[in-house]
T-cell receptor, first 114, second 114 residues
Framework: AQKITQTQPGMFVQEKEAVTLDCTYD???????LFWYKQPSSGEMIFLIY??????QNATEGRYSLNFQKARKSANLVISASQLGDSAMYFC???????????FGTGTSLTVIP | DVKVTQSSRYLVKRTGEKVFLECVQD?????MFWYRQDPGLGLRLIYF???????EKGDIPEGYSVSREKKERFSLILESASTNQTSMYLC?????????????FGPGTRLTVL
């Protein structure tokens, strides 16, 4: 079974609008971390935001927030006030307490329309 | 400024050549990873290392080997390059423990095998 599922291969959003990128995960660990990365066309992976499994509050970092629903095993990324520079691939990832490995989804390509 | 560097951004090799991809990190991280990224498939783990001279196979190790003689350096080796190894290769590192420790990525190497 896939550890991380991103069901939206591509998304479009109007500039200045908000957009939600979906991510669901599968783990039997009680302790885990969830990450979102941005990959512009240049190729480098940029860390955006982190959510711990025991965090009671949703994580926020500037225009990025994470809608964490533990019972549903979802960790959706919300980007508010989209900018043209937000056009990129976005990857959701998980790290379990047991083990050193990170698990990545297949990514969502976001295009911001002027 | 923490950094993961990769020896080449772009590489063109011929079928059958031995190819070395080098990765160096300056964060004193125990864990290092090699991923392959292909459109629609996300990041797939080739190998990772959790200590000097230690390595573990990832999801797609066939056709690859790795070497970690020093903590800061992790090399990916294609013993006999084939056209189906044309891809983007990403190196990453992370601290050993803690679900909140994200991975730091290098800029990637776009390898073309002719």
């Amino acid at each position: 079974a896939q550890k991380i599922t991103q069901t939206q291969p591509g998304m479009f959003v109007q500039e200045k609008e908000a957009v939600t990128l979906d991510c669901t995960y599968d783990t039997s660990d009680q302790s885990y971390g969830l990450f979102w990365y941005k990959q512009p066309s240049s190729g480098e992976m940029i860390f955006l935001i982190y959510q711990g499994s025991y965090d009671e509050q949703n994580a926020t970092e500037g225009r990025y927030s994470l809608n964490f629903q533990k019972a549903r095993k979802s960790a959706n990324l919300v980007i508010s006030a989209s900018q043209l520079g937000d056009s990129a691939m976005y990857f959701c990832a998980m790290r379990e307490r047991a083990g050193n490995q990170f698990y990545f989804g297949t990514g969502t390509s976001l295009t911001v329309i002027p | 400024d923490v950094k993961v560097t990769q020896s080449s951004r772009y590489l063109v090799k011929r079928t059958g050549e031995k190819v070395f991809l080098e990765c160096v990190q300056d964060m004193d991280h125990e864990n290092m990873f090699w991923y392959r990224q292909d459109p629609g498939l996300g990041l797939r783990l080739i190998y990772f290392s959790y200590d000097v001279k230690m390595k573990e196979k990832g999801d797609i190790p066939e056709g690859y080997s790795v070497s970690r003689e020093k903590k800061e350096r992790f090399s990916l080796i294609l013993e006999s390059a084939s056209t189906n190894q044309t891809s983007m290769y990403l190196c990453a590192s992370s601290a050993k423990s803690g679900t909140d420790n994200e991975q730091f990525f290098g800029p990637g190497t776009r390898l073309t095998v002719l």
